[in-house]
């Protein structure tokens, strides 16, 4: 089947606005992550969900970034009153399960640009 | 909390030679999880090779093997017979195992590897 999605490719914004970026995994993957990837910086952790558990949210830079899954499938990740600091690309991950051998699935990624 | 580092930012390979690149990580832990994964231009992360702390064999997966020295907290990619497509960005990252623990992963800063014809 499909691998991960996640949409919109690019998107510009301006400071100041808040945007919306969408991740659709594999279909009964129960776990999801999103990572962030500034210019020259490796990929930074952000949130994890795993089935119907509390997400662990620790990643999160600020309260201006906030992310849920719905029906255990799709994420959205959302960034309020954006900053020029949160320019980068974010990912997007899925997994079946949490062993070792439940690899870790990427998206494409999302690049954001804060003008 | 864990880190892992790459100190490296640029690499270059002949085509059909073999490089390798570095990873130092820092972790109190015994058992863990290491990966390495290559990001292309398309930006899509690909796992490469994995290992498990608790496994003295080193890992091996076709062209790509890794040198994990435990004790020295390293984990190095050895890629041979190098092709132009494995041009690419390359993360190496650290995964706690303990019972509980997040499964997030963790990574360094990538190696850019750029391969000659």
């Known amino acids: 089947g499909a691998g991960v999605s996640q949409s919109p490719s690019n998107k510009v914004t301006e400071k100041g606005k808040d945007v919306e970026l969408r991740c659709d995994p594999i279909?009964?993957?129960?776990?999801l992550y999103w990572y962030r990837q500034s210019l020259g910086q490796g990929l930074e952790f952000l949130i994890y969900?795993?089935?119907?558990?509390?997400?662990?949210k620790s990643g999160l830079p600020s309260d201006r970034f906030s992310a849920e899954r719905t029906g255990g499938s799709v994420s959205t990740l959302t960034i309020q009153r954006t900053q020029q600091e949160d320019s980068a690309v974010y990912l997007c991950?899925?997994?079946?399960?949490?062993?070792?051998?439940?690899?870790?699935?990427f998206g494409p990624g999302t690049r954001l640009t804060v003008l | 909390a864990q880190t892992v580092t790459q100190s490296q930012p640029e690499m270059s390979v002949q085509e059909a030679e073999t490089v390798t690149l570095s990873c130092t990580y820092d972790?109190?832990?015994?058992?863990?999880?290491l990966f390495w994964y290559k990001q292309p231009p398309s930006r899509q992360m690909i796992l490469v090779i994995r290992?498990?702390?608790?496994?003295?064999q080193n890992a091996t997966e076709n062209r790509f093997s890794v040198n994990f020295q435990k004790a020295a907290k390293s984990f190095s990619l050895k890629i041979s017979d190098s092709q132009l497509g494995d041009a690419a960005m390359y993360f190496c990252?650290?995964?706690?195992?303990?019972?509980?623990?997040?499964?997030?992963?963790?990574f360094g800063k990538g190696i850019t590897l750029s391969v000659r014809p």
């Open positions: 991950a899925s997994s079946l399960g949490v062993g070792i051998y439940n690899e870790q699935f």
């Open positions: 279909s009964g993957h129960t776990a």
């Open positions: 969900f795993q089935g119907n558990s509390a997400p662990d």
């Open positions: 972790t109190s832990e015994s058992d863990y999880y």
């Open positions: 290992q498990e702390a608790y496994k003295q």
């Open positions: 990252a650290y995964r706690r195992i303990s019972s509980g623990a997040n499964s997030k992963l963790t």
